[in-house]
């Protein structure tokens, strides 16, 4: 029993490890805000630290309010999206309900430098794009390739629904609990064809509207 730590009060039930899985997650995807000097509050790069926040650290991923993106993962595709896959969901719950485990040190790797332990950036290369205000109905067929909501308040969410004459619908974009310190351009991993009299509707508060941008 010696080899436990002594904050582990339950039993350990899984396999995943600190030192093993979970760091790497934790580098990749929390380590960019989450360390000495950081965006957030407290840093998590290691088990020391990290021990003590399992339980909120399962409610933030399974909320998927960490790590922040604001957009709603399946609702429009876009690029940089630093969310995590279902199956690192799934292993930092299995992790924190198992008793959160550190594992052999020898697995440690090393915490990445800073730059590359930040959320993905990806190239937003600069792009001449043309902006339409919505809620707009589209009068001539437009790609388009990047969303940006406006005029939210903190707290609020936002879906921007493109209803094409065919009458399909898709969802271009939601927002859900909006912070305005984390609003970007989001670009869609593939510009999205919207046909000559597509109806571009924004619900979410009164004065929510949104900027798409289109290739010209
Ligand atoms: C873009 C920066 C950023 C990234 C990336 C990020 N966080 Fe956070 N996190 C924050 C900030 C800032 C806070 C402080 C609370 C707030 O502002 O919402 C926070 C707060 C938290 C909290 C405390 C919530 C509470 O109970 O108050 C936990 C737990 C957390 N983050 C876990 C994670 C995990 C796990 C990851 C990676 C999977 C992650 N975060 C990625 C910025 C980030």
Redesign the pocket.
Known sequence: MAALPAAAHEPITTKLTWTQEISR??FK??A???REGG???MA?TTYDQVRP?AV??KE??LERR???WGAVKGFGEFRGD?S?SIAEMNWIVSWVEGGAPNGDEIYLPPLPPRAESG?PVEGLKPMRLKLITLPATLGVMVRAASIQPRDLPTGASMEVIAHRPDGSAEHLIWIRNYRAEWNRTYVFREPVRLPKGTRIEVHGTARASASLGVKP
Do not use: K
Request: a neutral charge.
């Open positions: 997650i934790f995807r929390c960019g805000c989450h965006a957030a509050p998590l926040w909120a650290i933030e991923v960490m790590p922040p630093p995590l959320p």
